[in-house]
């Protein structure tokens, strides 16, 4: 099942909904700019947009080949590419939003569940005004929000990580490693993400196509890159405190590991004289002197303790048992 909603822009570049019958390919003179939001269960219902929109079945093969693919497809009046989504925004196995741009038109694919219910399918926000009536400006608008998804991400993972900072110190018995294992993978897919956002804004710009021509919008791509770079640093950064909170909780248990081990070596360095001492009166000759003596087990007794004392103060003085 497909579900397609179409939105317009309006004179003050605000996107009005207009429906959800399937897109017809606009005519030159008509001047509007839509988008178009097609959610499906396969991609393969698509065919019947692309028929629509006036693109060929070469063209359809090529884009559904590319599915799993970060390449573009640029053609004069078509150019289609991937972009990943945001942890946020992904429904079931769904990772990625497929853009198709057409003369006045973008139509954006997505996955969804057959159950879903609710209303959650919405990647723009159609209350905030577009910098321009134009296909770019709305791309543009599409990699912000995305970008936008991704860096309140950041900072969700960044006060955690700062949790984690304060909590390991004092609670390295009892601290899961397995969250900061988890924070380091969600670490992971935002760098892909932002690197792939910085590589879209870095070389939409120097398309020249019919339907997609950046203007006055150009600055607008460089300030999204800059910003991204800059987020791409803190996730950088973020991502070496993870693993300097990964090698600092290898540490402290490693050490925990050797104070145990240093435990079980003085014990055994202390009851080995006793042991052997044990061993000795434990041997069943005939004739053993201290036998007949009425207070040799006394004595015996006295050697083995002061023994164990004397090492046990020897170890305490070297300081073994800090």
Known sequence: MMRVRQYELDSENL????????????????????????????????????ARLGLGDDLF?????????????????????????????????????????????????????KDRSGDDSVILDPEAPLIDR????????????????????????????????????????????????????R???????????????????????????????????????AALEHVGKGLEQLQGRLQRLHDQYRLDMQTQTDNRLRTLTVLSAIFLPLTLIAGVYGMNFQYMPELDDRYSYFIVLGIMVLIGAVMMLFFRLKGWFK
């Open 61 to 113: 093969a090529t884009w559904r080949n590319s599915e799993h693919d970060l390449r573009w497809i640029v053609q004069t009046e078509v150019l289609a590419f991937n972009l990943p989504l945001p942890a946020s925004l992904q429904r079931m196995q769904e990772s990625q939003v497929r853009v198709l741009c057409i003369p006045g038109v973008m139509v954006t694919f997505r996955a969804y569940a």
């Open 187 to 225: 670490l992971s897919g935002l760098i892909s993400n932002c690197f792939d956002y910085q590589h879209t804004l870095m070389g939409l710009p120097f398309l020249k196509l019919k339907c997609f021509q950046i203007n006055g919008e150009d600055h607008h791509y460089q300030r999204g890159k």
């Open 15 to 50: 996107l009005r909904f207009s429906g959800e019958n399937l897109p017809e390919r606009p005519s030159e003179e008509n001047g509007s700019v839509r988008w178009v939001e097609v959610d499906l269960d396969e991609f393969g219902e698509v065919a019947e947009i692309f």
């Open 134 to 185: 134009t296909v770019p400006a709305m791309v543009l608008r599409l990699l912000e929000y995305l970008g936008d998804e991704d860096v309140r991400s950041f900072y969700e993972l960044r006060t955690r990580v700062e949790e984690y900072s304060d909590r390991l110190p004092r609670e390295a018995t009892e601290f899961d490693i397995n969250a900061v294992e988890t924070a380091s993978r």
